[in-house]
């Protein structure tokens, strides 16, 4: 009997409610520069700033964590915790032609789950009502 390891999948994991256009990612700092020009929401979790660049192309998700959380072993657990959170539930919420980035807080190792992925759902529509 062979168990099937990472490798053996076929694609990616299934999500419910898939977007119609996945988000993309922020890589360089010039675009995480341009995104601090846009909106703000704060939570006690993270900060999401949020810049409409003004096309219909797929929308863009960069994170960040800062040294003030700690050390490298926890960023990258906040990092992916948010990654996570986005992939599956908050992705479908991201408008087109949008960037977003996430700024994590160390409260975000502390929470559930539920909670972080609700916080992001609820922050991502916050801009929408208007």
Known sequence: MQVASRSNRK????????????????????????ARRGEKRRGRLFLLEVLTRGDEAAPRVGFTVTKKVGNAVVRNRVRRRLK??????AAIHMAPGHDYVIVGRED???APFEQIADELKRRIRQGSRT
């Open 11 to 34: 694609g990616p994991l299934p999500v419910s409610g898939t977007p119609s256009q996945p988000p993309g990612r922020l890589r360089k700092r010039e675009e995480f520069l341009a």
């Open 108 to 110: 975000v190792l502390a």
């Open 84 to 89: 996570e959170a986005v992939r599956v539930h």
